[in-house]
């Protein structure tokens, strides 16, 4: 996983803390769960602290089984969710012995290299019930970037929109939705990222700017010049 699980590891409680409440990804996950049936089965690879993903997916009624590399994490999540079903493994590979009705890899996939990427596909279609939906994040075009966390390198990689669609279709599953940058919402949007920000529950310019540089690795006004960007998520 380019060293990510070790990291995280060694940041669990500052990251998780970081990582906060805020849930930009909810439109997302609202479209996502409107394709599954009710109380639907989630496995969450790459779960993290179990914020705000997996609380989202149990607070609307779903069993979720999270699975994470780093016990550091995991134990958060069995403190703060104690009826999920908390895994420590490493996702690539896995083999829990069951199905999903949903399946999302969320900030996590981007984090394995190209080979381990290609893999992953074969973990989803294992775990996925018929008819399952699938939902992952990736970067925009192929390329390895990387970022920073904690004073430490954070690996970041990710193929190009061609090869996941073929990946997809190779072992089963259909597009239904893909948005490139859709993260900061810039492409055509017209839109201030900061008012993105604010709009999805940062509470001020200054804590979205905090939290960019933690997890992108570079100051916002970087990003706004157009350099030094890292090319995934």
């Given at each position: 996983r380019g060293g990510g699980d070790r990291l995280y590891r060694r940041h669990a409680v500052t990251w998780a803390a970081d990582r906060g409440e805020a849930q930009p990804e909810a439109a997302w996950l609202d479209r996502f769960r409107a394709l599954l049936p009710p109380r639907a089965a989630m496995l969450d690879l790459g779960c993290g602290a179990g914020l705000p993903i997996a609380r989202a997916l149990i607070e609307a009624g779903h069993a979720v089984t999270g699975v994470d590399a780093a016990p550091e994490v995991i134990a958060l999540c069995r403190a703060r969710f104690p009826t999920g079903d908390?895994?420590?493994?490493?996702?690539?590979?896995?083999?829990?012995?069951?199905?999903?009705?949903?399946?999302?890899?969320?900030?996590?996939?981007?984090?394995?290299?190209?080979?381990?990427?290609?893999?992953?596909?074969?973990?989803?279609?294992?775990?996925?019930?018929?008819?399952?939906?699938?939902?992952?994040?990736?970067g925009p075009a192929h390329g390895v970037a990387i970022g920073s966390y904690g004073g430490e390198a954070l690996f970041h990689a990710s193929l190009d929109a061609a090869e996941y669609r073929a990946l997809l279709a190779g072992n089963g599953f259909a597009v239904v939705a893909h948005r490139a940058e859709d993260r900061l919402r810039l492409a055509g949007s017209g839109e201030k990222v900061v008012a993105v920000a604010l709009d999805v529950g940062y509470e001020s310019e200054a804590a979205f700017d905090c939290a960019f540089k933690r997890l992108v690795g570079v100051p916002l006004a970087t990003c706004r010049r157009g350099r030094g960007a890292p090319g995934a998520g």
């Open positions: 908390w895994r420590v493994a490493d996702m690539r590979g896995l083999d829990l012995g069951r199905a999903f009705d949903g399946v999302i890899a969320w900030d996590s996939v981007f984090h394995l290299d190209h080979a381990d990427q290609r893999g992953m596909f074969a973990v989803f279609r294992r775990h996925a019930a018929p008819e399952a939906g699938l939902m992952f994040t990736s």
